[in-house]
T-cell receptor, first 117, second 114 residues
Framework: GAVVSQHPSWVICKSGTSVKIECRSL??????MFWYRQFPKQSLMLMAT?????????EQGVEKDKFLINHASLTLSTLTVTSAHPEDSSFYIC?????????????FGPGTRLTVL | GQQLNQSPQSMFIQEGEDVSMNCTSS?????WLWYKQDPGEGPVLLIA?????ELTSNGRLTAQFGITRKDSFLNISASIPSDVGIYFC??????????????FGKGTKLSVIP
């Protein structure tokens, strides 16, 4: 299956700063990637679908201006948490699919733990 | 919006025992997904279900899409220590064009006693 990496693995930042998280598909060209977040000891939440060369599709309740997604190449999608606040602290995970469909085989990255002070 | 109830929240079982967990929804879903997550890692998609009544296996795992389309079950047979982790269900309604509206259950934490 696809190998997916995320960078950084963890990040601590001050409130008000912006943080960029990278998701790379190392051996697979992905036209679609997915971004999730997971609160401590809680369930996952699908945030958005990242489409290469076009705008991301955001799930209901996810602020587009707060969580900026850029999918500029077939191997890289970035999630930028703008003006981060403590409530944005979470585990952010990306995934890559074979066909671009969420319900097909997904390969998940190892996640990025964001802590906003 | 949709609500998913996943149970049990946690379970401790002896190695070799069978395990069963389920998710129920307040509304109809068109797709059910089951994931496993190890601590500190991203989840792994185990099984995807697309039709009411569908029964799908993946090794020792078997999942079923309930007839009412409001529930799904995951069974693990002959559990082994590496089955330890948190299992999440997720459901997707027929949302049409646009977002997936994927809803996750809160997870079942499985511990296997050797």
């Amino acid at each position: 299956g696809a190998v997916v990496s995320q960078h950084p693995s963890w990040v601590i930042c001050k409130s008000g700063t912006s943080v960029k998280i990278e998701c790379r598909s190392l051996d697979f060209q992905a036209t679609t990637m997915f971004w999730y977040r997971q609160f401590p000891k809680q369930s996952l939440m699908l945030m958005a679908t990242s489409n290469e060369g076009s705008k991301a599709t955001y799930e209901q309740g996810v602020e587009k201006d707060k969580f900026l997604i850029n999918h500029a190449s077939l191997t890289l999608s970035t999630l930028t948490v703008t003006s981060a606040h403590p409530e944005d602290s979470s585990f952010y995970i990306c995934s890559v699919g074979n066909s671009g469909a969420l319900t097909d085989t997904q390969y998940f990255g190892p996640g990025t733990r964001l802590t906003v002070l | 919006g949709q609500q998913l109830n996943q149970s049990p929240q946690s379970m401790f079982i002896q190695e070799g025992e069978d395990v069963s967990m389920n998710c129920t929804s307040s509304s109809i879903f068109n797709t059910w997904l089951w994931y496993k997550q190890d601590p500190g890692e991203g989840p792994v998609l185990l099984i995807a279900l697309y039709k009411a009544g569908e029964l799908t296996s993946n090794g020792r795992l078997t999942a079923q899409f309930g007839i009412t389309r409001k529930d799904s079950f995951l069974n693990i047979s002959a559990s082994i220590p590496s089955d330890v982790g948190i299992y999440f269900c997720a459901g997707q309604p027929n949302s049409g064009a646009g977002s997936y509206q994927l809803t996750f259950g809160k997870g079942t934490k499985l511990s296997v006693i050797p």
